[in-house]
């Protein structure tokens, strides 16, 4: 069964600087999606960024990249000049390729929080 | 907003009791998902529909756990005799796809359940 470890409870950023959020995940699969999404509180899940395992390039959104290591099985979030807004749980999640994209394992996620 | 909304946002109730919660998907989404996050921990899947037909299970569901999505719309998911281990919040998701293809699974606010 696969499954999605994010080690890193909390973690705290100073507004407008770089924070990387770690993810690990296990799978025997070799085509499989990746994907952070933000949680703020009280407010729905959003996508933030998305990787397909077959595409080598690190996906990008914005102040959003990945750091995708397939061979290592991690997959991790670094948010550049991070903002107030940024303040949310982050959950890592992993889809196998042939599912439904809703049917997603994530992990515990990420609590992050964002200094004035 | 045309986005994916769940009714009612919030429900106590005692232990024994039934409960039914309500969501409506994005209108044009034909996969609808449900999933269940307790403090602490990230979302784990409980069942997926494509139209009015339930595709998968999880094995967290449980025979008091019962979901439906008649004419392929809207979508309901009953727990009967309600326990402790039941209170925590309900997501409903909705997605757009064709056979391996799939749009972004968009998430609704969840119904969260404390049982007393």
């Known amino acids: 069964a696969q499954t999605v470890t994010q080690s890193q409870p909390e973690m705290s950023v100073q507004e407008a600087e770089t924070v990387t959020l770690s993810c690990t995940y296990d799978?025997?699969?070799?085509?499989?999606?990746l994907f952070w999404y933000k949680q703020p509180p009280s407010r729905q899940m959003i996508l933030v960024i998305r990787?397909?395992?077959?595409?080598?390039q690190n996906a990008t959104e914005n102040r959003f990249s990945v750091n995708f290591q397939k061979a290592a099985k991690s997959f991790s979030l670094k948010i550049s000049d991070s903002q107030l807004g940024d303040a949310a749980m982050y959950f890592c999640?992993?889809?196998?390729?042939?599912?439904?994209?809703?049917?997603?394992?994530f992990g515990k996620g990420t609590k992050l929080s964002v200094k004035p | 907003d045309t986005g994916v909304s769940q009714d009612p946002r919030h429900k106590i109730t005692k232990r024994g009791q039934n409960v039914t919660f309500r969501c409506d998907p994005i209108?044009?989404?034909?996969?609808l998902y449900w999933y269940r996050q307790t403090l602490g921990q990230g979302p784990e899947f409980l069942t997926y529909f494509q139209n009015e037909a339930q595709l998968e299970k999880s094995r967290l569901l449980s025979d008091r756990f019962s979901a439906e999505r008649p004419k392929g719309s809207f979508s309901t998911l009953e727990i009967q005799r309600t326990e402790q281990g039941d209170s925590a919040m309900y997501l409903c998701a909705s997605s757009l796809g064709t056979g391996l293809s799939d749009t972004e699974a968009f998430f609704g606010q969840g119904t969260r359940l404390t049982v007393v």
């Open positions: 799978t025997s699969e070799s085509d499989y999606y």
């Open positions: 209108s044009e989404h034909n996969r």
């Open positions: 990787q397909e395992a077959y595409k080598q």
């Open positions: 999640a992993y889809r196998g390729y042939g599912g439904s994209q809703g049917n997603l394992i």
